[in-house]
């Protein structure tokens, strides 16, 4: 089950992304979102929960799209494999990565933050054990 529309991808959407790279994006970008809500929506039906949490979780699969077009990868070893400086003849050119806290690269993350920013509150985080 795909859990958002193109159409609702335009609706969040401020990005120009074509709907054949939505589909491309699409199925990683939920895996991500499956993973972290510990497959909320592959237990129960997005179609009778409660519909402010399925906006929710529709904004935050749209910011993870998003997130991977904008990196151009959609794989944590894609997404960390962009060289950070090049040369060509007497031009260099460096990526000033904002995830670079010492000399040292620092890896980036396969979720993208804006992600947490649409799930906190939900209830899809919680990683409690449920006392019966």
């Given at each position: 089950?795909?859990?958002?529309?193109?159409?609702?991808?335009?609706?969040?959407?401020?990005r120009?992304?074509n709907?054949?790279?939505f589909?491309?994006?699409?199925?990683?970008?939920?895996?991500?979102l499956?993973?972290i809500?510990?497959?909320f929506?592959?237990?129960f039906d997005?179609?009778i929960?409660?519909?402010?949490?399925?906006?929710q979780?529709?904004?935050?699969l749209?910011?993870?799209?998003?997130?991977?077009?904008i990196?151009?990868?959609?794989?944590?070893?894609?997404?960390?494999?962009?060289?950070q400086?090049?040369?060509?003849?007497?031009?260099?050119?460096t990526?000033p990565?904002?995830y670079?806290?010492?000399?040292q690269n620092?890896?980036?993350?396969?979720?993208?933050?804006d992600?947490y920013?649409?799930?906190?509150?939900?209830?899809l985080l919680?990683?409690?054990?449920?006392?019966?």
């Open positions: 089950m795909d859990y958002l529309t193109y159409d609702e991808f335009k609706e969040y959407s401020t120009e992304i709907e054949k790279e589909n491309n994006l699409l199925p990683k970008a939920s895996a991500v499956n993973s809500t510990d497959h929506y592959v237990r997005m179609d929960d409660n519909g402010w949490r399925v906006k979780f529709k904004q935050a749209t910011a993870q799209i998003e997130y991977f077009d990196l151009g990868a959609s794989s944590f070893e894609e997404i960390n494999n962009a060289p400086s090049f040369s060509a003849g007497r031009t260099s050119v990526n990565s904002r670079k806290v010492s000399d620092e890896s980036k993350v396969l979720v993208a933050e992600v920013i649409y799930l906190s509150s939900t209830g919680f990683r409690g054990a449920a006392v019966w």
